[in-house]
C-alpha cells in the first residue's frame, strides 16, 4: 500500500480563495482524521470520520472549515475564504480501529497552505 | 488550555548517550498515551505506546514510562544516534481522539 496520499503537497492562494485539501487514505481503514500543525497551537485535531461520518468537528475552527468524506477512499478539507491565519501544515491520518485497539494512526506527508 | 505539554521545545544529545523526553498532562481521564516521532516534511510516525495499567513499556532502544500520580511520562532512547534526530509528540488518547504536545526537536550531536 502506498500509504495515506494528500495532494496537494503545497498550496500558495491568496486571501479569500477557496482552498481544497484532498486525502486518500490507507485502504481497509476505517478511520480518518484531518490535522493542522502550527508553530503557535502544535499539532491539533480538526474532525475525524469513522466508516465515511464525522463523528467529531469540535476542532474545526470556523465555518469557513468544512470538511467531506464521501467514499471510503477519499476526503477533502475546505477552506473558503481563507485568511492568512490559515497557513499551516495539514495533515490526513488515517487507522484500522480504535487507537488503543490498533495503535496507531498513519499520516501523509501533508499539505503546506500559505494563504498570502 | 493544552492538555498534553512538551515544555523543552529542543534538546541536544551526544550521540551514543540517552536521550530522555519529557511530557506532562493534566487530564486524568487519559489512560492511553503515545509517541511519535516526525522528519522534516513527512508525516508523523507512531512510536511507542503505554497504557495506563503499565509504568513502562520497551521497544529496542526507546522506553516510555509513565507515572500516573504525577501525570508525566518520558521517552528514553539509547543508545542515542543520528538518525534519532527529529520532532518527536508526546499524545494522550480520549474517546477515540488523539490530543498532542507540541513536540521537542531532539538533535543528535556527532
Known sequence: ?116 | DQQVKQNSPSLSVQEGRISILNCDYTNSMFDYFLWYKKYPAEGPTFLISISSIKDKNEDGRFTVFLNKSAKHLSLHIVPSQPGDSAVYFCAADRDDKIIFGKGTRLHILP
Open chain 1, 1 to 116: 500500500d502506498a500509504g495515506v496520499i494528500q495532494s496537494p503537497r503545497h498550496e500558495v492562494t491568496e486571501m479569500g480563495q477557496e482552498v481544497t485539501l484532498r486525502c486518500k487514505p490507507i485502504s481497509g481503514h476505517d478511520y480518518l482524521f484531518w490535522y493542522r500543525q502550527t508553530m503557535m497551537r502544535g499539532l491539533e485535531l480538526l474532525i475525524y470520520f469513522n466508516n465515511n461520518v464525522p463523528i467529531d468537528d469540535s476542532g474545526m475552527p470556523e465555518d469557513r472549515f468544512s470538511a467531506k468524506m464521501p467514499n471510503a477512499s477519499f476526503s477533502n478539507l475546505k477552506i473558503q475564504p481563507s485568511e492568512p491565519r490559515d497557513s499551516a501544515v495539514y495533515f490526513c491520518a488515517s487507522s484500522l480501529a480504535r487507537t488503543r485497539v490498533e495503535g496507531e494512526q498513519f499520516f501523509g506527508p501533508g499539505t503546506r497552505l500559505t494563504v498570502l
